[in-house]
């Protein structure tokens, strides 16, 4: 069994350096990584993804790892100099981007806006022209977003399920008539039979969720993870317990909001009122 030994730093970027050393003492034990899988109890695939850098895992696998290898702590601590390197931002929203696009089905709560699977071009061009986008980058961030909607398309979309605050439908567009499009489009999506829409009413007071908005993917190997994002940051949560713990949250911020029914309803009723204002 290997004995807890300097790490060779071949790399500067901690995400990378975890990889690299995760994969050398796998090679040093001559394991393949369905062996290693097997004998840990995870999903092989899991330990590769690690290797190559596309997730992490989380502290009950690495601290897993670490006894497995004989290194105790050391694997640990690269996992928390990964986890805490603020230039992991972006791509963690990127390996979300690509869990995304696997998952078999997918949770969300929005706090104040609309999520970007159910957006409309106005709406998502002012959304993203208010935090401060601009021409070519704004047409590639507006073309990207719309693009994503395709996930919901064919007879292949997941089962999505969103619970949207009620202060998300009471934050229009400026433009009239692209709001009654995007409510239009939203009512239209909420009738699909792979899409649920549910409205969180603000007489249903304090909740769990109020200070972030929340993606919950379910994964082709049985896992769930979670994404967070305030506008301004976001974090990527593959951890068990926090991950249950946000689960159960989920469940009870569903347990207060409105039904399908009735939020189908709340949306043909905010519809109405918009179609009786003039467009700008």
Not at 78 to 86: F, G, I, M, P, Y
Not at 231 to 256: F, K
Request: hydrophobic letters at 40%.
């Amino acid at each position: 069994m290997p004995t807890r030994r300097v790490v060779t730093g071949r790399s500067r970027d901690p995400r990378a350096r975890f990889a690299e050393e995760l994969r050398s003492l796998r090679v040093a034990r001559g394991e393949s990584l369905r062996q290693l899988g097997e004998r840990l109890g995870w999903d092989w695939s899991l330990f590769g993804k690690m290797e190559k850098g596309e997730t992490l895992g989380g502290p009950e696998v690495v601290q897993a790892l670490d006894t497995h290898y004989g290194t105790p702590g050391l694997l640990l601590a690269l996992w928390e100099l990964a986890v805490s390197d603020k230039s992991q931002f972006k791509e963690r929203y990127q390996r979300y981007m690509a869990l995304e696009a696997d998952a078999t089905s997918l949770w969300h709560f929005a706090v104040s806006v609309l999520p970007g699977l159910l957006q409309t071009e106005g709406y998502a061009r002012e959304l993203l022209a208010a935090g401060g986008l601009k021409g070519e980058a704004l047409d590639q961030q507006v073309e990207a977003r719309m693009g994503r909607r395709e996930l919901l398309e064919g007879d292949n979309a997941p089962p999505f399920r969103t619970i949207l605050s009620e202060a998300v439908l009471r934050t229009p567009s400026s433009d009239a008539g692209e709001w009654r499009e995007q409510l239009e489009h939203l009512g239209e999506m909420a009738e699909r039979a792979e899409v649920t829409v549910q409205v969180l009413p603000f007489h249903a007071g304090l909740h769990g969720l109020m200070s972030a908005d929340m993606w919950y993917l379910r994964l082709p190997d049985g896992r769930t993870v979670v994404y967070t994002e305030n506008g301004y940051r976001g974090e990527l949560i593959e951890e068990t317990a926090p991950v249950e713990r946000l689960q159960l949250t989920y469940d009870a911020v569903r347990d207060l909001a409105l039904s399908p029914a009735e939020s189908r309803k709340f949306i043909l009723r905010m519809l109405e009122e918009v179609r009786c204002e003039p467009s700008t």
